[in-house]
């Protein structure tokens, strides 16, 4: 099955810093990598996704970027907020057979960011 | 408003009494799932469901049961609750079973088993 690993657990910025959280994976034929964040009290948000095709996707203060080759992507936040204070888990989707494909995902990422 | 709705939000009880956490999703998909998340581990699979009548295990299904009887509902059974299974669970739901599907999750049921 697909293993994904997630760095760092937790990540401390200064208000307007960018933060980097990066993700690899094992499987080279997963081909879906979504990002979700999750506050507290709260489910997981999708906040941005990439398709194995695309290697970088933007949106406002987010971006993502995939390398294939290497296995891993990375989500970028610019111009950090208070409110960007969450956990952050990157998950790759691979096919499990019997028409279906499962999302692993990374460990989480506690960000927080310091006014 | 599209949502999933798992319920109860929080649930103290004792080693070996059944319990059952409902989860409801109003947006038509076929996929469901149940997730466990702990500390240090983040969010493990226990069972999904591709469609009515269609489940299978994930990573942790130990302990847990299922049914998917009507398309907006898939409800997790404790049949034997014990103390490992205090956790934090969120249910989700996507469109379809293929690639590039954005899932949808609940707000959570925090279940403490003594």
């Known amino acids: 099955g697909e293993n994904v690993e997630q760095h760092p657990s937790t990540l401390s910025v200064q208000e307007g810093d960018s933060a980097v959280i990066k993700c690899t994976y094992s499987?080279?034929?997963?081909?879906?990598f979504p990002w979700y964040k999750q506050e507290l009290g709260k489910g997981p948000q999708l906040i941005i996704d990439i398709r194995s095709n695309v290697g970088e996707k933007k949106d406002q203060r987010i971006a993502v970027t995939l390398n294939k080759t290497a296995k891993h992507f990375s989500l970028h936040i610019t111009e950090t907020q208070p409110e960007d204070s969450a956990v952050y888990f990157c998950?790759?989707?691979?096919?499990?057979?019997?028409?279906?494909?499962?999302?692993?995902f990374g460990k989480g990422t506690k960000l927080s960011v310091i006014p | 408003e599209a949502q999933v709705t798992q319920n109860p939000r929080y649930l103290i009880t004792v080693t070996g009494k059944k319990l059952t956490v409902t989860c409801s999703q109003n947006?038509?998909?076929?996929?469901m799932s149940w997730y466990r998340q702990d500390p240090g581990l983040g969010l493990r699979q226990i069972y999904y469901s591709m469609n009515v009548e269609v489940t299978d295990k994930g990573d942790v299904p130990e302990g847990y049961k299922v049914s998917r009887k009507e398309k907006r509902n898939f409800p997790l059974i404790l049949e034997s609750p014990s103390p490992n299974q205090t956790s934090l669970y969120f249910c989700?739901?996507?469109?379809?079973?293929?690639?590039?599907?954005?899932?949808?999750f609940g707000d959570g049921t925090r279940l403490s088993i003594l």
């Open positions: 499987d080279s034929a997963s081909n879906y």
């Open positions: 989700a739901s996507r469109r379809g079973t293929g690639p590039n599907q954005p899932q949808h």
């Open positions: 998950a790759a989707s691979l096919y499990s057979g019997a028409g279906s494909y499962q999302l692993t």
């Open positions: 947006m038509n998909h076929e996929y």
